[in-house]
């Protein structure tokens, strides 16, 4: 059928160029796996942000894409507060690929949709999801150790033990002064006008905050 008397044509022919731009990021004919991988990359990631995050995130996407990825979202659900070692498993699964290749297909997704979003966009997602999933997302490979703490943000004292708390407190502080670090670095795709440090303030912000370490309480301290 011609796409002229096909109004969904242009709408398919989009999801496919964005399909085919993360089969190439990930270096693969095969383009059911690269939707997988997509698919897995946009469902870990709206499971972990808030509501109003996930909007436009969605509104980035082609309108058959944005359909995959509200598919099973519970908007009352979210964000989850589970760590690490979930956030792999549900990448992997979701993927059909094993756990330690989760960091270099993640990566490799972030890599492409940094080029297919606006600018900044996925600054802006990143801002709100803890630094041990962005390291993943830009293509680490963690181990994953079931007997660690892991920073969940959200989580409040009255959720965990008091040693667990400090060690939630203990991560979020260094996960702000990472955060800090890498905004005050000066990036060769920077572009003039690109103020990173006020991100990475930002970002250190929520994450401090998250954990009531600053604000009106962390005055008392």
């Known amino acids: ?14 999801a496919h160029d964005w399909l085919r731009a993360v089969a190439d990021g990930l270096d693969t004919d095969d383009h059911a796996f690269a939707y997988r991988a997509l698919r897995a990359w946009l469902h870990t990631v709206r499971d972990r942000i808030n509501v109003s995050s996930s909007a436009h995130l969605a509104a980035q996407l082609p309108e058959i894409l944005r359909g995959a990825y509200y598919e099973g979202w519970v908007p009352t659900h979210v964000p989850v507060r589970h760590g690490l070692a979930e956030f792999i498993r549900q990448f992997a699964r979701e993927a059909g690929i094993d756990e330690d290749e989760v960091g270099p297909v993640a990566g490799a997704v972030t890599a492409t949709l940094s080029e297919l979003f606006s600018p900044g966009q996925l600054n802006r997602i990143f801002a709100v999801l803890p630094m041990h999933l962005y390291g993943v997302l830009c293509g680490a490979r963690p181990a994953v150790d079931e007997s660690l703490i892991e920073w969940q943000p959200g989580a409040g004292a009255d959720e965990v033990g008091p040693v667990a708390n400090l060690g939630n407190r203990i991560q979020a502080l260094g996960d702000a002064v990472a955060v800090l670090a890498r905004g005050l670095e000066r990036l060769p795709a920077d572009k003039p006008g690109d103020d990173r440090s006020t991100q990475a303030a930002q970002q250190a912000h929520r994450i401090l905050l998250a954990e009531g370490l600053v604000g009106a309480d962390a005055r008392e301290r």
């Open 1 to 14: 059928m011609p796409h002229h008397d096909d109004p969904l044509a242009p709408a398919v022919q989009t």
